[in-house]
């Protein structure tokens, strides 16, 4: 009882707003109202069907199944809860979406009991210290935890502080692909079943050369999956 009022104390003095469309979050809602989270473009693809994110990666690099949570629009719901996970400090958001994406991945039995490791795309330390935190982060570890999967953030390693892969051309990519990710520890990866996570996958090529590197691990089996995709 306690609790409560001082949380509605706490609310008059220091409005908590949905991310989304700035109203006034009501008690039992957290980040999003409720007309937001119900309006927020899941995928529903899973990691059994073939999927557009499949799709993207076809012929490019060897990956078991690929799979994404939320579509991303330019102007949506999505975009604004990605823009204050990266650049207004709310990691809040990468634990939300993980632990409600791994509520939904925990009904795939076959994933539950395949997945070893899961392992967030990695921020070179410069990016890291400028943000305070990688914000894949706590939604690779939340779907670690719902996956019954050991998190690992120490081995995959950016070795270059580049700009986004997104926004140069496929050649620009490939010139600074070669070294831009290494492996620590390529031993403690063998024979297991991974799962490389992410924030947003648009052209593919951040997770692409993210997969490659972990490939050469012998007898890895990869799996993709992000927070969203842009359709």
């Known amino acids: ?52 994110v499949d799709r993207i990666f076809y012929g490019r690099i060897n990956i078991k199944k690929a799979s994404s949570m939320l579509f991303f629009s ?14 207004k400090n709310q990691e809040q958001v990468s634990t939300f979406l993980g632990d409600w994406y791994g509520q939904i991945l925990k009904d795939n039995h076959e994933l539950l009991n395949k997945i070893d490791i899961v392992i967030p795309v990695p921020l070179h330390r410069k990016k890291l210290r400028q943000r305070g935190y990688n914000q894949v982060a706590s939604f690779a570890q939340r779907l670690a935890f719902h996956l019954n999967a050991e998190y690992v953030d120490h081995i995959l390693i950016k070795t ?16 600074n692909a070669k070294d831009l990710y ?38 890895a089996t ?8 842009v359709p």
């Open 1 to 52: 009882m306690l609790t409560n009022i001082l949380n509605d104390i706490n609310s008059v003095l220091a409005p908590r707003v949905c991310f989304g469309c700035n109203v006034h979050l009501n008690r039992g809602e957290k980040l999003i109202c409720t007309i937001c989270r119900n309006d927020l473009p899941l995928t529903d693809y899973t990691f059994n069907d073939e999927n557009p």
């Open 74 to 87: 330019e102007n949506g719901i999505v975009r604004e809860l990605i823009h204050h996970l990266k650049y």
């Open 160 to 175: 270059a502080n580049t700009k986004t892969q997104t926004k140069k051309g496929r050649i620009g990519r490939w010139q």
């Open 182 to 219: 290494t492996l620590s520890d390529p031993d403690y990866l063998k024979n297991k079943n991974i799962l490389l996570v992410d924030d947003v996958i648009t052209t593919g090529a951040t997770m692409e050369i993210c997969a490659r590197t972990l490939d050469q691990t012998p007898n």
């Open 222 to 229: 990869i799996y993709i999956a992000s927070m969203a995709v």
